[in-house]
């Protein structure tokens, strides 16, 4: 959402602002480079923006999905083919990409999905979040895809792998108070609605340890929003985990 675009700042630039209309062309004298690193507090649109590109292409060369979520360090193609499907439209036209508004499917009802084996280059090593049921499974609609966990108000949030917190804290809208792991090239991984953040940017996790306290900031109850995301588009989750 501070998004290594999540990753944020998500998943970097997560608070939510009006965007204005992007130039037809890049600023004057500035060539198009062939990629652009993100920056604190950038956004796919502000990016987009500066080069005098569309968001949804910008989106679509690079396989960010919504809620379109960046973060620092991420290198981002400016130039060239597409690697996916269009992403999908935001739900407010005037949503600026980065942030995201609530999904109807927060209110805790579980919906259905298919756990299927993960991709051969999994590197393992994965462990639940959190104790509580599962609340929401996945699902490919909505404005965030993750599992809603529930539990009581305090709970211990763990880190599902070890990895760098790339983003910890509030400025994602719908999320809460949120931390971002990434946990190397392609794999990230993301807690929403704690109430409390237990690390910051910058820190090394292992695997197991305790980086939040479960809450409902950005939510109607007690519960974690989890999300794993390979390249930037998230998969379900029970492909990873293992069985409880």
Known sequence: MAIAGLVIA?????????????????????????????????TLYRIAQRYGLEWRELAQRNAISAPYIIYPGQELRLRGGARSSPPEAPRR?????????????????????TRSEPPPDDPGGWQWPADGDVLRNFSSSGARRGLAIGGERGDDVRATRSGEVVYAGGGLVGYGRLIILKHDARFLSA???????????????????????????????PMLHFEIRVDGTPVDPTRYLPDR
């Open 191 to 221: 807690y929403g609605h704690n109430d409390e953040l237990l690390v910051a940017e910058g820190d090394q996790v292992e695997a197991g340890d305790t980086i939040a306290r479960l809450g409902s900031s950005g939510a109607e109850r």
């Open 93 to 113: 036209e005037q949503e600026e990409m980065g942030t995201a508004t609530r999904s109807d499917a927060d209110d805790g009802s579980a919906g259905e999905s």
């Open 10 to 42: 998500l998943f970097s630039g997560c608070a939510a602002r009006a965007p204005s209309p992007a130039p037809d062309s890049p600023r004057t004298g500035e060539r198009v480079p062939e990629t652009h690193t993100v920056q604190r507090e950038e």
